[in-house]
C-alpha cells in the first residue's frame, strides 16, 4: 500500500471513531494534508474556524502566515505535510486539555510513523510536548533534537507570531534555517545525542532531553 494509502486509511478510521472527545455536530475532521513522502512535516496544535470549515490545516490566519514563511525559504506548501495533534477544533479555540491530547495521540504517531520524515517542525508549545515533554518554548525554539531518524526542531506558533513582534522576529530566524538544516540532515542525524539533564522538582527527578548541540 502507497504512503498516501496508509494515510487515508488513518483518516478513515478518525471519521468513524466514535469515541473521539471532541467529535461534536458541525464540527468536521481536519487530517493532515500535503505529501504523503514530505521530507518535512509541520505540526499544530489543533484546527480553527476556518481550518474546521475548510477541512484543512492552518488555512486561517496562522496558515497564511505560515504560506509566507515556506515562501521566503522556497519550500512549497504542496511539498511538506502539515497536521495538528488534535483533529477536531475545541469549543471556542480554548487548550486542548490532556485527555484529549491523549485521545488523538496515537493517530499523529502512526502518521510520523507512516511519512517518517527528516525534520518535524513542531509550531507551538502542544506538539513541542509531545516529543519533548520537559521543554519550554521559550527557552528551547530553534534547538534541533533528535528522535530516532527524524530531527525535531521547535518553532513558535504562527498564531503566537501574529500576537507579538518579538515572536514574529524569533519564528523568522528560526524558519529562515529550515533549508540549512534539511541540507545537514545526514551528518546531523548520526550525532551522538547528549546525556539527558536530570532535574529535582517537587513532583520528584525529570529526565530532560538535550538538544543536540
Ligand atoms: N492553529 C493550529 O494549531 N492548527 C491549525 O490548523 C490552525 C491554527
Do not use: C, W
Not at 502507497?2 to 458541525?26: D, F, V, W, Y
Not at 481550518?51 to 488555512?59: A, I
Amino acid at each position: 500500500m502507497s504512503k498516501a494509502a496508509e494515510l487515508e486509511k488513518i483518516k478513515a478510521e478518525m471519521e468513524t471513531n466514535a469515541s473521539l472527545p471532541l467529535r461534536a455536530e458541525g464540527i468536521n475532521l481536519v487530517f493532515g494534508v500535503g505529501s504523503a513522502e514530505a521530507e518535512l512535516v509541520f505540526i499544530g496544535e489543533a484546527p480553527g474556524f476556518h481550518e474546521n470549515k475548510h477541512m484543512e490545516p492552518f488555512v486561517g490566519r496562522a496558515g497564511q502566515l505560515l504560506n509566507k514563511l515556506l515562501e521566503r525559504v522556497k519550500i512549497p506548501r504542496a511539498q511538506v505535510y502539515i497536521t495538528n495533534i488534535v483533529k477536531h477544533r475545541p469549543p471556542g479555540n480554548r487548550d486542548p486539555e490532556p485527555d484529549e491530547l491523549s485521545a488523538y495521540k496515537p493517530y499523529l504517531t502512526r502518521e510520523l510513523h507512516i511519512i517518517k520524515p527528516k525534520i518535524v517542525a513542531t509550531l507551538g508549545r502542544f506538539s513541542m510536548n509531545y516529543f519533548l515533554p520537559y521543554a519550554k518554548i521559550s527557552t528551547d525554539h530553534g534547538k534541533i533534537y533528535k528522535m530516532n531518524q527524524t530531527l525535531i526542531y521547535p518553532l513558535y506558533h504562527p498564531a503566537a507570531a501574529l500576537r507579538s513582534t518579538t515572536v514574529l522576529g524569533e519564528l523568522e530566524k528560526d524558519f529562515l534555517k529550515i533549508p540549512a538544516i534539511l541540507k545537514k540532515y545526514d551528518s546531523l542525524i548520526t550525532k551522538v545525542e547528549r546525556p539527558k539533564e536530570i532535574i529535582e522538582t517537587k513532583k520528584g527527578t525529570i529526565e530532560k532531553q538535550q538538544p543536540l548541540f
